[in-house]
């Protein structure tokens, strides 16, 4: 599986961004897919996930309410829709696909090579 993220940049508190995550390779078996950021100096932290059969989704406390995960099956695609971003939002965005269906970063078997999402205060 290979994973292909875009979307990050360089945004004002408050504004969006959205990014995107596009999968290929052998992905007809991934469970789902979901996004983990990590800030300098941070661990790496669960985003967002969503399972491709049934779409639901799943969030870390810190975004709920403003970042919304959505997929596409026909393309492979999920994208994470972040608003009202705040400055504790910067860092790297990664996507990544798990071997079974737990959302931390130990049981990740694939990893996109992250995006940078910057958030000016």
């Known amino acids: 599986v290979q994973l292909q993220a875009s979307g990050g940049g360089l945004v004002q508190a408050g504004g969006s961004l959205r990014l995107s995550c596009a999968a290929s390779?052998?992905?007809?078996?991934?469970?789902?897919m979901g996004w983990f950021r990590q800030a300098p100096g941070k661990e790496r932290e669960f985003v967002a996930a969503i399972t491709w059969s049934s779409g639901m989704t799943y969030y870390g406390d810190s975004v709920k309410g403003r970042f919304t995960i959505s997929r596409d099956n026909a393309e492979n695609t999920i994208h994470l829709q972040m608003n009202s971003l705040k400055s504790e939002d910067t860092a790297v965005y990664y996507c990544a696909v798990p071997r079974g269906s737990r959302w931390y970063p130990e049981f990740m078997d694939y990893w996109g090579k992250g995006t940078l999402v910057t958030v000016s205060s």
């Open positions: 390779g052998r992905t007809f078996s991934n469970y789902g």
